[in-house]
């Protein structure tokens, strides 16, 4: 008798722990989200002197898979044309997060040697062309860059980006939603 109440609570345990954590098991893949993350994404101002004359630019880098907006002092003078603005604020999404913004979990997903030109001959008007072609580009990357674009001279101070490559595809054009602030992955170009 003693034995077989031992092997039933046994058989008990054992079922609980095959149970997990209470969550089923399905066979439909579910998009949860991000993984939580404890980083806060807020930045403090630097400490140092701004550059003198230099502008004020807005970027948004990556925390826990989400943009997040962050003003940088430009020490370049201010710029022009659409083209000079788009060169100025790659520059600072190319630039590696200081040690500051790295500790609030900021990185960047633009990759180094990325650069930017005016349209071409036969391109819409606002057209920026990219060395890589967008759809090559990361994810995440490609969103930091529409979002800081949209809404700047870069991009006609419109919410639209229009975005190529080096090749002869044409352009196409890419929206900066809160939705895609929250969900980078969602960033589509029609």
Same mark, same amino acid.
């Given at each position: 008798?003693? *034995?077989?109440?031992?092997?039933?609570?046994?058989?008990?345990?054992?079922?609980?722990?095959?149970?997990?954590?209470?969550? $089923?098991?399905?066979?439909?893949? #579910?998009?949860?989200?991000?993984? +939580?993350? $404890?980083?806060?994404? &807020?930045?403090?101002?630097?400490? /140092?002197?701004?550059? +003198?004359?230099?502008?004020?630019?807005?970027?948004? &880098?990556?925390? !826990?898979?989400q943009l997040a907006p962050v003003v940088r002092q430009h020490s370049a003078p201010g710029a022009e044309r659409p083209v000079d603005m788009a060169r100025a604020l790659l520059d600072e999404l190319r630039r590696?997060?200081?040690? !500051? @913004? @790295?500790?609030?979990? &900021?990185?960047?997903? #633009?990759?180094? *040697? =990325?650069? #930017?030109?005016?349209? *071409?001959?036969?391109?819409?008007?606002?057209?920026? *062309? &990219?060395?890589? +072609?967008?759809?090559?580009?990361?994810?995440?990357?490609?969103?930091?860059?529409?979002?800081?674009?949209?809404?700047?001279? /870069? /991009?006609?101070?419109? $919410?639209?980006? =229009?975005?190529?490559?080096?090749?002869? @595809?044409?352009?196409?054009?890419? #929206?900066?939603?809160?939705?895609?602030?929250?969900? +980078? @992955?969602?960033?589509?170009?029609?």
């Open positions: 008798m003693r *034995r077989t109440a031992r092997t039933a609570a046994l058989a008990a345990a054992l079922c609980a722990l095959a149970a997990g954590c209470g969550i $089923r098991g399905t066979a439909v893949p #579910v998009d949860a989200g991000s993984a +939580p993350s $404890r980083a806060s994404c &807020l930045t403090r101002p630097a400490p /140092a002197t701004p550059p +003198p004359n230099g502008p004020a630019l807005t970027v948004q &880098l990556v925390c !826990a898979s590696q997060p200081s040690s !500051a @913004e @790295e500790g609030t979990g &900021l990185s960047t997903d #633009v990759p180094q *040697r =990325l650069t #930017v030109a005016g349209p *071409r001959r036969d391109d819409p008007a606002g057209t920026l *062309r &990219l060395s890589t +072609p967008p759809d090559e580009l990361p994810q995440l990357g490609l969103a930091q860059i529409v979002c800081t674009f949209a809404g700047t001279a /870069a /991009a006609g101070n419109r $919410r639209s980006v =229009l975005l190529g490559g080096p090749g002869g @595809e044409a352009p196409r054009s890419y #929206v900066c939603t809160d939705d895609v602030r929250a969900h +980078p @992955e969602n960033l589509q170009g029609d």
